[in-house]
């Protein structure tokens, strides 16, 4: 069948008045459910799956699809207003998304985010429907060492979320890293750094690190302020809470920049949103003007990775729908949720399931439109947020914090995780050490480790390999490229100093 | 009358010991993987089909308590003792952890047993291009080339290594193992010829055979499946080795009174007896593992026993 007659297949199945009322459910929940720190895509839809039993497939599967990607609107809300991510995909939207919010500019932020994320969602959903089979072939070419490779520049881009000192960001870097090898070897199911605790087996997540070091460290070090603390500016107007068109015109090259990243990083099964996000933050800096603002504000900055994070996951379905592979726990509970309704997701399954695959591919254009008519309108009351005094705000962001942590565990181990962190997030920024590349070696650290060594036991312990696959020695070699930019501008500058002194 | 009444009196207790502990609240169910994993699908399809054979008076919500192989999941439990409205869902898993893993103290044996529900059988499967028409052809090339194939799977406790150590002792060959936490990683990379070989469930491969991706080795199986007449087991292969299954079933904390225990094995009993559950069996290709908390005990420390000279035999240290 050609995309025409079954997109407009599709059509005929998402624009069924019950069908577009499952798609504005799904997407409002996805939406609630992102603005909640903690309270993740995958345990919504898992606790909706029983509910769906009940349901037609078609409708089941386009809210459900609606609440994955519908959460990655919402999640950059709490990242731009309170520093508190919502997701896990929404740490690198906090770097510039917080310091507009501080400038008084919250309401251009979020605005770009929900603008950005309808671009790179709707550009995710044309790449579902156009390339998808080729793409999901190519996915395939990806093993191991091509991970490995592609982690190694994940990291490289510790130098461009560096501040002031390389060498603070490359320490920071490693204790991310050694967090992430905290809890239970993933091959042999040994223990490593649990210091005989049960509850470091399962190891330290992600959220309870990212919400204390950027929130909790930002609340801490605020109070300490000796006078007053005035209530961030929001400016009054409609008109001035929404980007501009200076706005819009700076970020062209993220949008295109976030939607293709987010897309290709999303088809593979083993990469994810996080790491999507971070690298098309990295890329935008990379070839920014004024790459120096990264992490005081700039509005590129936020609407690169909520576009990566939303086009990814039209990436995501790529391999799930057309060959079956879930690359992630919300899309392993898709695949569950297709087999209890009676389909068989495999390589045939679009074949097989034209009207429920098109269904779908047409109820997230739809859903990305009622998304962005659902939350632009959202951007200037959540600005009101900031209006709050300081005596309400931070103690509402250490409840907010607690709560978004306690829901994912609930745990009381990880709130005293918790205040550690938040304590070390304070403790680096009095000793001026950059939080993100904490983060960036705690996101990458896992699936690094992974790829080394799944990599070694194939070439049986030689290094080799990692340089040997065409694909692989790229990215390895683009990495070293981005390492070296620091040494090149430190170059430049000696050699402008010398010129300098010479006229 | 005295009699009537002495009567009526021992009928009742005769009918009370399996009616006189009923949930009131909702049930909590532990599993140890997160939403989208095996045995947190599992418990949920159980709800399901629980709630549409109306077998239970309340709810039962899944609760995931991740991480260490089950350790976490297991000293919940523990930590529950007494609690009258918690479960759990087991695999094999839970009895292997406690054995490479220090920190994993409670093993299944501190638990309730309860029942067990699913014996997952598996296929062994490669890439419908590879040159390797039957399990032989497999073997004799890793002898060939020592260490040179590749098999793709789960941790080293999983059972995808038991049955590579298994086959690897019976016939002397040797190949690497590579390890994916995420099932659609293992599937990814025999599909793109990065591996030659892996174990599989048969509702993980029925797609990808039938779409001419996959080709079907061996099942892991002591009788032939019924989606798979025409495909060897392993002894009909010519290997002589068990046929482990994965295992799945039901605990309960320690320290419950003994009818909750009885309230718990009606329940699953009457579950692997209902027409629901065989048609899940049936779609997912698993096997109906039933047995009851007497019996579970037993395979308990079958299995660990086995499964510990597996594991030494592996070089993996055991710590227990």
């Known amino acids: 069948m050609d995309i025409a007659s079954g997109l407009l297949q599709g059509f005929a199945v998402a624009l069924q008045p019950t069908n577009v009322l499952w798609c504005f459910v799904g997407v409002f929940l996805g939406t609630i459910v992102g603005i909640m720190p903690g309270l993740g895509p995958p345990a919504t839809i898992a606790m909706l799956l029983p509910l769906t039993a009940l349901m037609n497939p078609a409708g089941a599967m386009i809210m459900l699809a609606g609440i994955y990607y519908g959460a990655k609107y919402g999640g950059s809300t709490t990242s731009i207003l309170l520093n508190v991510p919502g997701e896990s995909a929404s740490v690198v939207t906090c770097l510039d998304g917080y310091q507009l919010a501080r400038k008084g500019r919250a309401g251009a932020a979020l605005g770009i985010a929900a603008i950005a994320s309808f671009i790179a969602g709707t550009v995710g959903v044309l790449g579902l429907m156009l390339v998808a089979p080729p793409l999901a072939r190519l996915a395939l070419a990806f093993s191991s060492p091509e991970y490995f490779g592609l982690m190694a520049l994940g990291l490289a881009m510790v130098v461009l979320l560096a501040g002031r000192s390389l060498v603070k960001a490359l320490l920071a870097m490693l204790v991310g890293l050694w967090i992430a090898g905290i809890g239970t070897d993933p091959f042999s199911t040994t223990s490593r750094f649990t210091f005989g605790r049960m509850e470091l087996l399962s190891g330290i997540d992600f959220v309870v690190v990212a919400i204390g070091v950027f929130a909790l460290g930002e609340v801490l070090a605020n109070m300490e302020a000796r006078d007053e603390p005035k209530a961030l500016p929001v400016p009054k107007g409609l008109r001035n809470l929404l980007p501009t068109a200076q706005d819009l015109r700076d970020c062209r090259f993220a949008f295109v920049n976030g939607s293709v990243i987010g897309f290709l990083i999303g088809v593979l099964p083993g990469a994810g949103s996080t790491i999507a996000s971070f690298i098309s933050y990295g890329v935008e800096k990379a070839f920014s003007r004024r790459r120096d603002q990264f992490g005081t504000g700039v509005i590129e900055g936020v609407a690169a990775p909520e576009g990566a994070n939303n086009s990814e996951t039209g990436g995501a379905l790529v391999p799930l729908l057309t060959l079956g592979i879930p690359g992630s726990g919300t899309t392993a509970i898709l695949l569950a949720a297709l087999v209890l309704w009676g389909f068989k997701p495999g390589p045939l399954f679009i074949a097989e399931n034209p009207q429920l695959f098109w269904g779908l591919v047409a109820s997230m254009y739809i859903g990305n439109v009622i998304l962005l008519i659902l939350n632009l309108p959202l951007v200037p009351l959540f600005a009101q947020v900031l209006r709050a005094p300081a005596y309400a705000l931070y103690p509402a962001i250490i409840g907010l914090s607690i709560v978004g942590v306690y829901t994912v565990s609930g745990s009381l181990f990880d709130l005293a995780l918790l205040a550690a962190f938040g304590l070390l997030g304070y403790v680096m920024r009095k000793l001026d050490y950059p939080s993100a590349p904490l983060i960036l070696g705690l996101v990458l650290g896992g699936a690094m480790e992974r790829a080394l060594r799944q990599s070694l036991m194939m070439s049986e312990g030689s290094l080799s390999i990692l340089v040997s696959r065409p694909l692989a020695a790229a990215m390895l070699s683009f990495a070293l490229l981005i390492l070296l930019i620091p040494l090149v501008a430190r170059l430049n500058a000696w050699r402008l100093r010398v010129m300098e002194e010479e006229k | ?320």
């Open chain 2, 1 to 320: 009358m005295r009699i009537v009444v002495m009567a009526l009196a021992v009928a009742m207790a005769g009918a009370a010991p399996a009616h006189a502990f009923k949930p009131t609240r909702t049930v909590e169910v532990v599993v140890h993987t997160g939403p989208g994993g095996g045995s947190d699908l599992l418990a949920r399809a159980v709800a399901t089909i629980i709630e549409k054979e109306k077998l239970l008076p309340v709810r039962m919500q899944v609760v995931n308590k991740t991480g260490g192989g089950g350790a976490v999941a297991a000293a919940y439990l523990a930590e529950k003792a007494g609690e009258q409205h918690t479960i759990g869902f087991f695999t094999g898993v839970w009895l292997t952890s406690p054995l490479t893993s220090a920190e994993a103290k409670v093993t299944l044996r501190d638990l309730t047993p309860v029942a067990r529900l699913v014996l997952e059988p598996a296929l062994i499967a490669v890439k419908a291009d590879a040159p390797y028409k039957t399990l032989g052809d497999f073997i004799a090339a890793a002898k060939q080339q020592p260490g040179q194939l590749k098999q793709s799977g789960g941790s080293v406790t999983s059972r995808d290594n038991v049955v590579r150590q298994l086959l690897q002792k019976a016939t002397g060959a040797r190949w690497a193992f590579i390890s994916f936490p995420g099932g659609g990683e293992r599937i990814a990379a025999l599909l793109g010829g990065h591996v030659n070989m892996m174990v599989l469930e048969p509702a993980e491969a029925g797609e990808h055979i039938r779409a001419g991706n996959m080709r079907v080795l061996a099942q892991v199986s002591d009788q032939r499946l019924a989606g798979f007449r025409e495909v060897p087991t392993l002894k009909e292969a010519g290997f002589d080795v068990p046929a482990v299954p994965q295992v799945r079933g039901v605990v309960a904390p320690p320290g419950i009174p003994a009818e909750n225990v009885a309230y718990w094995e009606d329940l699953f009993g009457r579950l692997a007896r209902s027409a629901s559950w065989r048609k899940f069996l049936a779609d997912n290709q698993f096997e109906d593992g039933y047995q009851d908390a007497a019996e579970l005990a037993k395979f308990y420390d079958e299995f660990t026993a086995r499964m510990r000279a597996i594991l030494q035999e592996a070089g993996i240290k055991t710590v227990r």
